[in-house]
């Protein structure tokens, strides 16, 4: 079943902006789908619309079968978590959870099972009776959480959760969201600019560019097989190596070197190689790299350097031996991407 469909929306700002141009996107039942792309690409206008916080200027947006386009984001049964935590300052973290479900005329014995049922699932017990400036960003963040969790919503819209939290924290409360979510079964969608957080939480990613949908799957459809230079360079950290390179009967040429390969077609094309998807050839076979700067990561090292003009980066088990000067290196057919020179889709 369908939790969410969104069917070509349009947003266009008062002022002329347009800020999400024809998307479409459905979110199934249970399903965690996250919204990412660079800062402006639309993504928070788009979650914004589905929680009824902008109007809609085309299209629909129905949520377990019904349009809501025209409904309060009070009555569209879902529950949204924002970076700030947008709680009340003067209250403790009790009435903070119970507030809303107050508000909607819920007895008070299920508010008081619902919030101790919340407290107990994110861990803050311990704390109900605190006000939110006595909590960490964490913490605070959990309380953020238990107020969505007790409206029991149709689903969850996280709005850049925990951009303010430091990045170990950041790792574990995104873990955290990921468990809960699993285990309560509710549909999220969640937004962020951060493609690491994408790759790691989403069951599906939806990639936006200047309002516009670049490409919907999973996280290993979209490492593995992106649809546009765009995706490309967004996802995977270093991003893929975009070349300049021309096609030809037997192979590819890049800057004067030629290696055979199988390829789609003939003339200009982007080649898209994974820095991880490249190998060092021992007998410098291959094409030839000038190794450049190297930088030691630990498990693997960067190796950064030019493929006749051009810049390339490669990682390397940091077991293996460190290449200098001249070197060869090699790749799989099936690791050589193509795109079009010209609009940056993939051939
Ligand atoms: P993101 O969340 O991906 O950073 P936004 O959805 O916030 O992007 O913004 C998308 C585009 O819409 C941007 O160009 C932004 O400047 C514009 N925009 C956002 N909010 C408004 C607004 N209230 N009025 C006019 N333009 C806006």
Known sequence: ??????????????????????????????????FVGP????????????????????????????????????????????????????????????????????????????????????????????????????????????????RDPAIFLFDEPLSNLDAKLRNQMRLEIKKLQRNLGTAAIYVTHDQVEAMTLADRIVVLNNGQVEQIGTPHEVYSHPASTFVASFIGAPPMNLIDATLTDTGVDIDGQSLGLQSPRTGAVKLGLRPERIQITPENGGLAVDIGVVEELGAIRLIHGTLGSQDITIAQDAELPEPSGRAGISFRTDDAHFFDTSSGRRI
């Not at 069917?7 to 039942?29: C, L, M």
């Open 1 to 34: 079943m369908t939790t969410l469909r969104i069917k070509n929306a349009f947003k266009r700002y008062p002022n002329g902006a347009e800020a999400v141009k024809g998307v479409s996107v459905d979110v199934e039942d249970g399903e965690l789908v996250v």
């Open 39 to 150: 800062s402006g690409c639309g993504k928070s206008t788009l979650l914004r619309m589905v929680a009824g916080l902008e109007d809609v200027t085309d299209g629909k947006i129905e949520l377990a079968g019904r349009v809501v386009n025209d409904l309060e984001p009070a009555d569209r049964n879902i529950a949204m978590v924002f970076q700030n935590y947008a709680l009340y300052p003067h209250m403790s973290v009790r009435k903070n959870l119970a507030y809303g479900l107050k508000n909607r005329g819920t007895p008070a014995e299920e508010i008081n099972r619902k919030v101790d049922d919340a407290a107990a699932l994110l861990q803050i017990k311990d704390f109900l009776d605190r006000k939110p400036s006595q909590l960490s960003g964490g913490q605070r963040q959990r309380v953020a959480m238990g107020r969505a969790i007790v």
